[in-house]
Every structure is written in structure tokens, then in C-alpha cells.
């Protein structure tokens, strides 16, 4: 069973930054792509970033984070990070972590989800 259970979210002030973590447990994650993923009030949600557990860690960033916000990885901990810099206040959102086996950081379908991190960035 893959868990994926979502950490530091918070408040801030504009301009600002928080790390988000994802910490994934109940599989090997070698061929998964791990993307994280918002949801702001009202809004659909939106992707944020992606980036693949093996080799050199390819990622993929909507352009509306592109520059500000970082995705890493640590496959010993087996836990994703999103680095979130410059914040804006419409970066407020629920943040959710999610993963695919066998996908890339293009896939546009997740199959596991994390219960998501409130980021509240205050103006």
C-alpha cells in the first residue's frame, strides 16, 4: 500500500519561502514520477512540478512556478521536497504530493495521493 504523507506547510508572508516534504513508504519508487500538485479555494487543481525517483532526477515545472519553486528528491529517505521561494499570495493552496509507477514527469494522471499541506501566503 503507497502512502505518501505531505509535511511544512504553513503561513507566510509574501516574498517569502517554505519546503514542503513528501514522504513516500509501502514501495519501491525506482520508476515512479512524483509530482506535486495545488488546489486553490474555488480553483481546480493545478500542477505544480514533477520529478522522476531514478537517474538524474528530471523535472518539470509549471510556468506559473518556474524560477521560484524547486523540486529535489532524496531517494535514501525516499522523500520529495518542493522548495518554494518568492512566494505570492496566489500561491495560497491546498498542496498535494502524488506519484505514478512507470510515468514521467509529463504524466497528466496520478495514481496515489498524499492528504495535502495548507500554504497560505498572506499579502
Known amino acids: 500500500q503507497v502512502q505518501l504523507v505531505e509535511s511544512g506547510g504553513g503561513l507566510v508572508q509574501a516574498g517569502g519561502s517554505l519546503r514542503l516534504s513528501c514522504a513516500a513508504s509501502?514501495?519501491?519508487?525506482?520508476?515512479?514520477?512524483m509530482g506535486w500538485f495545488r488546489q486553490a479555494p474555488g480553483k481546480e487543481r493545478e500542477f505544480a512540478a514533477a520529478?522522476?525517483?531514478?537517474?538524474?532526477?528530471?523535472?518539470w515545472y509549471a510556468d506559473s512556478v518556474k524560477g521560484r519553486f524547486t523540486v529535489s528528491r532524496d531517494n535514501a529517505k525516499n522523500t520529495v521536497y518542493l522548495q518554494m521561494n518568492s512566494l505570492k499570495p496566489e500561491d495560497t493552496a491546498v498542496y498535494y504530493c502524488?506519484?505514478?509507477?512507470?510515468?514521467?514527469?509529463?504524466?497528466?494522471?496520478?495514481?496515489?495521493w498524499g492528504q495535502g499541506t495548507q500554504v497560505t501566503v498572506s499579502s
Open positions: 509501502g514501495r519501491t519508487f525506482g520508476n515512479y514520477a
Open positions: 520529478i522522476m525517483w531514478r537517474g538524474i532526477g528530471t523535472t
Open positions: 502524488a506519484g505514478v509507477p512507470r510515468g514521467s514527469v509529463y504524466s497528466t494522471s496520478y495514481e496515489y
